[in-house]
């Protein structure tokens, strides 16, 4: 009789410790998820807009490339040349760019003799229209001296 006494309390005690070991409930488990899809959410836009960031950053860096090479270009040309140049430019970098088109533009500045020379690029991204332009200014003696 005390050794049923005592296999039954082993028997009692082993149950009331695989209740508490049992595992997670239903309501933990869909907690858990959707806390798991908001962050992964969360994550994943902040990647899908960095990318987009870069994107921006990469036609940028091209479209300023592009207008530095032509004014470079402009630098080395004569005064009288610069005022008879194309409203347009090219460049192979353009490729890159959705729709892409050079502008220059030359117009009267303070004196007679100073013109300002806006250099620009004009493209597509997404949509919308993306524009990235300098603006110096030439002379006689050329671009930036008085």
């Known amino acids: 009789m ?4 005592l296999v039954g309390k082993r028997e009692r005690s082993g149950v009331k410790k695989r209740e508490k070991e049992a595992g997670f409930t ?14 992964l ?3 994943l836009s902040c990647f899908i807009q960095g990318f987009d960031i870069l994107m ?26 610069i005022l008879t140049m194309d409203s347009s430019f090219t460049n192979d970098s353009f490729s890159y760019l959705e729709n892409s088109s050079g502008i220059i533009n030359l117009e009267d500045s303070v004196g007679a003799e100073i013109k ?14 993306m524009r990235k332009e300098v603006v110096t200014y030439v002379t006689k003696k050329g671009i930036n001296k008085k």
Not at 60 to 70: F, G, V
Not at 72 to 78: D, G, K, P, Q
Not at 116 to 129: C, F, H, N, P
């Open 116 to 129: 300002k020379l806006t250099v620009s690029v004009a493209w597509m991204y997404r949509g919308r229209q």
């Open 2 to 5: 005390i050794l049923l006494k």
């Open 41 to 43: 959410t969360a994550i």
């Open 56 to 81: 921006r950053m990469k036609q940028l860096t091209i479209a300023t490339q592009s207008i530095q090479k032509e004014l470079e270009l402009i630098r080395n040309m004569h005064y009288n040349d």
């Open 26 to 39: 239903l309501v933990e488990v869909l907690i858990t998820i959707l806390l798991f899809t908001v962050v």
